[in-house]
Nanobody, 127 residues
Framework: QVQLVESGGGLVQAGGSLRLSCAAS????????VGWFRQAPGKEREFVAG????????YYADSVKGRFSISRDNAKNTWYLQMNSLKPEDTAVYYCAAPGSSYTSIQAMGPSNMAYWGQGTQVTVSS
């Protein structure tokens, strides 16, 4: 059984930083594009960042470019989201996710294409 477990969320002041982790088990995701999504209250779940299978390519939503950084450690079957210069509008539940097939195009990393989801971790940014 595949499990994705996020950690690292919390409450931070505007301008602060957090680092989220997603530890996967039940399947090796080394050959998968993986990513992060978020959902704010009353809004749809949205793509935040994605990283290709060997980490050669990353892709970000315009709203987080230059502030967030995605990385992965295939030896640990884990990926990360470093969030800097956080803003109140970044407040949301953050989810890690992976598609059902390996070698998925990073441009295809929409919520409807994800097969595996973590339980979510709350990130709250106070002003």
């Amino acid at each position: 059984q595949v499990q994705l477990v996020e950690s690292g969320g919390g409450l931070v002041q505007a301008g602060g930083s957090l680092r989220l982790s997603c530890a996967a088990s039940g399947r090796t995701f080394g050959s998968y594009t993986v990513g992060w999504f978020r959902q704010a209250p009353g809004k749809e779940r949205e793509f935040v960042a994605g990283i290709s299978w060997y980490g050669a390519t990353t892709y970000y939503a315009d709203s987080v470019k230059g502030r967030f950084s995605i990385s992965r450690d295939n030896a640990k079957n884990t990926w990360y989201l470093q969030m800097n210069s956080l803003k109140p509008e970044d407040t949301a539940v953050y989810y890690c996710a992976a598609p059902g097939s390996s070698y998925t195009s990073i441009q295809a990393m929409g919520p409807s294409n994800m097969a595996y989801w973590g339980q979510g971790t709350q990130v709250t940014v106070s002003s």
